[in-house]
């Protein structure tokens, strides 16, 4: 059975790379943090309750954050999508509603 603390120490550093942006490095925890959770889940009973508490709690704070860092990366992705769209883009009008704008002809006014 492995110790609370190696699941607790995993995880910290998990959090630590996620709010760092080392997003592509929890591949490399992946396998070690399912293991412990699985050794940990085959027998819950062996660890005291305020331990387990803990992880839990830490499992849930790491899953959070995970899901805000998708969410950005999702919103983030959107633009850059919608940037790249040739000739779109869009403003808010008094409504707060977004509209596309219009393209202005091609003409080109001189001043003299």
Do not use: F
């Amino acid at each position: 059975m492995p110790e609370p603390t190696d699941l607790e120490a995993l995880l910290e550093e998990e959090r630590r790379l996620i709010r760092s942006g080392a997003l592509a490095r929890l591949e490399d925890l992946a396998a070690r943090k399912q293991a412990l959770v699985e050794a940990i889940a085959a027998d819950p009973a062996a660890l005291p309750p305020d331990s387990l508490r803990r992880l839990a709690e830490r499992l849930a704070r790491n899953n959070a954050l995970l899901g805000s860092a998708a969410r950005g990366l999702r919103a983030a992705a959107m633009q850059v999508r919608e940037a790249r769209q040739a000739g779109s883009g869009s403003t808010y009008g008094k409504d707060g509603h977004r509209r596309p704008m219009q393209a202005a002809g091609a003409r080109i006014e001189r001043r003299l």
